[in-house]
């Protein structure tokens, strides 16, 4: 089966614009996720989606940003009015139910 | 605030020897542990899960599981020149908290 697809794999943008990205899951898998990783971090934490639902968000994720994951496929993430502290890796994973998570390639977003 | 500590290192094997990997946690009713490796410039990938306390094997990689010390380990047998990248400890099911990584080097 195919992986986990994140598009675009880069993105730069001016301070103050807003930017979206899209995670394709792996097909089968119900749970969809969202993380960050900023250099030299592990990971962290921003919401997670069973099917369409949006079961849990972290404090991380700011009024600016949101997620959405129509119909329970694919997934986007918003962030709206980018700030310079929001230059990160952002991370999609998906799951099989408890099963461990597999992620994708990542968007790296840079902030001029 | 749930915390998962690994050693800072970084850490350097020659070639064919053991890398052993540490990593805490702080919340006790986890169940749920893995270690993922990561190249620079790549995303996380999963190499080990581990549930219950005790060892479990996969080629060259034994994870090791102590829940009344909240400890786990990855040990790497035979370690090759491209094991050479950084070893994230996670914890948890839906929500996974990682540590920051520890950068392993294997000088050929």
């Known amino acids: 089966d195919t992986g986990v697809s994140q598009d675009p794999r880069h993105k730069i943008t001016k301070r103050g614009q807003n930017v979206t990205f899209r995670c394709d899951p792996i097909?089968?898998?119900?749970?969809l996720y969202w993380y960050r990783q900023t250099l030299g971090q592990g990971p962290e934490f921003l919401t997670y989606f069973q099917n369409e639902a949006q079961l849990e968000k972290s404090r991380l994720l700011s009024d600016r940003f949101s997620a959405e994951r129509p119909k329970g496929s694919f997934s986007t993430l918003e962030i709206q009015r980018t700030e310079q502290g929001d230059s990160a890796m952002y991370l999609c994973?998906?799951?099989?139910?408890?099963?461990?998570?597999?992620f994708g390639d990542g968007t790296r977003l840079s902030i001029l | 605030q749930k915390e998962v500590e690994q050693n800072s290192g970084p850490l350097s094997v020659p070639e064919g020897a053991i890398a052993s990997l540490n990593c805490t946690y702080s919340d006790r009713g986890s169940q749920s542990f893995f270690w993922y490796r990561q190249y620079s410039g790549k995303s996380p990938e999963l190499i080990m899960s581990?549930?219950?306390?005790g060892d479990k094997e996969d080629g060259r990689f034994t994870a090791q599981l102590n829940k009344a010390s909240q400890y786990v380990s990855l040990l790497i047998r035979d370690s090759q020149p491209s094991d050479s990248a950084t070893y994230l400890c996670a914890v948890g099911t839906e929500k996974l908290v990682f540590g920051k990584g520890m950068k392993l080097t294997v000088n050929p």
């Open positions: 097909s089968e898998h119900n749970r």
């Open positions: 581990i549930y219950s306390n």
């Open positions: 994973a998906s799951s099989l139910r408890d099963w461990p998570q597999h």
